[in-house]
């Protein structure tokens, strides 16, 4: 069984930045993919970011690319999202996820349906 807990959002003004962490604790996450996603009010759960097992592959959904940057330290069991220039549309609750599949060192997979392991999410507000 894999843990994850996220930390580090709250509220934040258009233009300014945030840092989250997510903490896996239960089994080593160094061998698995690791994403972000997001889920605001109404919507469905959106892909984010996400990272290789290796570190070597990211993927980032259009609307983030360029403005947030996902790492991974496998030594800490610990993924972060480092986000900047902060819009009001990325106000949503923002999830950390861990996939079971593997498929090589740049799997880093997009899809919900390919993740196993989920956080309870932390929210992020960016104000106008």
């Known amino acids: 069984q894999v843990r994850l807990v996220e930390s580090g959002g709250g509220l934040v003004q258009a233009g300014g930045s945030l840092r989250l962490s997510c903490a896996a604790s239960g089994r080593t996450i160094s061998s698995f993919a690791m994403g972000w996603f997001r889920q605001a009010p109404g919507k469905e759960r959106e892909f984010v970011a996400s990272i290789s097992w290796s570190g070597r592959n990211t993927v980032y959904a259009d609307s983030v690319k360029g403005r947030f940057t996902i790492s991974r330290d496998n030594a800490k069991s610990m993924v972060y999202l480092q986000m900047n220039s902060l819009k009001p549309e990325d106000t949503a609750v923002y999830y950390c996820?861990?996939?079971?599949?593997?498929?090589?060192?740049?799997?880093?997979?997009?899809?919900?349906?390919?993740?196993?392991?989920w956080g309870q999410g932390t929210q992020v507000t960016v104000s106008s």
């Open positions: 996820a861990l996939s079971l599949k593997y498929n090589g060192a740049t799997y880093a997979p997009t899809e919900v349906n390919e993740y196993t392991y």
